[in-house]
Structures are given as C-alpha cells and as structure tokens.
C-alpha cells in the first residue's frame, strides 16, 4: 500500500489519469511518466501498478502506429493484471483492469472475460454489501457487463444484464 509519502503524488495522478481518460492526450501522457516514478519508487505497489496499466492503455489508444498501440496495449494489460495479482480483491484495480479490458478489441486481446470476470467480482461484494458501490457504479459496471458480453459472442447473456440494469435504475426511484 503507498505510504503517506506516495498517497499524495498519486491522488495528483489519478485527476491527470482522469483527464487522459477523458481525452486529453497530454495529460495522459503527463500521468504515465508520474506513474513509471511512482512505480519505481513502490514496485510492490498493487494500485499504483494498476493506475500505471490503465496509463499505458491510454498511450496505446492515443498512439499513431499500429504497432506501437499493440504493444502499449499489452504492456498496460500485463501491468494491470500484476496489480490484481498482487491485490485481487481491491475494488478500484478490479474497476480499472474491467474497464480498460472492455475497451480493448477483442479479435486482438480476448480480454472480455477478463472483463466479466471483474464486474461479475465487483457485483457480487456489492450484493454481499449495498454500500459497497454507489447507485451510479452499480449502473455504469451493469452497462459495461453487458458490452463485455456482447464483445466475448454472447449477445443473450448481454441481453439478460440489460434487464438487470432496467430493475436496478426503476429500483432506485
């Protein structure tokens, strides 16, 4: 776990890391080269290993060449499933790993079981705990199962999250 040295460099990281999931290709770039000195500083350190994976995807998904994407790619996804090795019941690696996983193609990485192996996780400590996750994430990781699904062949099982994702929001009024 980072020390109190690293928590606030790394809560910086995280607003950049957010930025750059939202687009802004400087600041995703910015938050990789933060991530590689936070991570050489905590090696063991399963979220900072993770918010670095999740980085490296998002230089993959700005890079300009097809190779370089594919490498950038995979090194996220190994990093990323570093992270869960090293913690694999924390919420926000399983949350980043799943996202970043849904995202990628799957022709190239078959990484969509991945993807429902982490939101079903996720689910699942939330129906042991409603307070677990928010209203909202339930919603978000629901809509995401179910495009998980529809990228791994399994357009019926997609279709069945739907329906959940419908009762859980008329639950919530």
Not at 82 to 96: M, N, S, T, W, Y
Not at 147 to 170: C, F, W
Request: proline share 3%; glycine share 4%; charged share 30%.
């Amino acid at each position: 776990m980072a020390n109190d040295k690293q928590k606030k460099p790394l809560e910086e990281v995280k607003k950049l890391h957010a930025k750059g999931v939202d687009g802004d290709k400087k600041a995703a770039k910015n938050a990789n080269e933060k991530l590689a000195k936070l991570r050489e500083a905590e090696p063991s350190d399963a979220l900072i290993e993770a918010y670095y994976g999740s980085s490296l995807a998002l230089l993959a998904r700005d890079a300009a060449k097809p190779l370089e994407k594919a490498d950038k790619a995979q090194e996220g996804l190994d990093a990323l499933n570093r992270a869960v090795k090293l913690d694999p019941g924390h919420k926000e690696i399983r949350l980043l790993r799943a996202n970043v996983c849904v995202r990628l193609p799957e022709s190239y990485f078959q990484c969509s079981r991945t993807a429902i192996e982490d939101f079903t996780f996720l689910l699942d400590r939330y129906k042991e705990n409603s307070s677990y996750l928010s209203h909202k994430q339930v919603s978000e990781i629901l809509r995401q199962l179910s495009t998980a699904y529809q990228n791994a062949g399994n357009p019926a099982e997609a279709s069945a999250v739907l329906q959940r994702l419908a009762q859980h929001k008329s639950a919530k009024k």
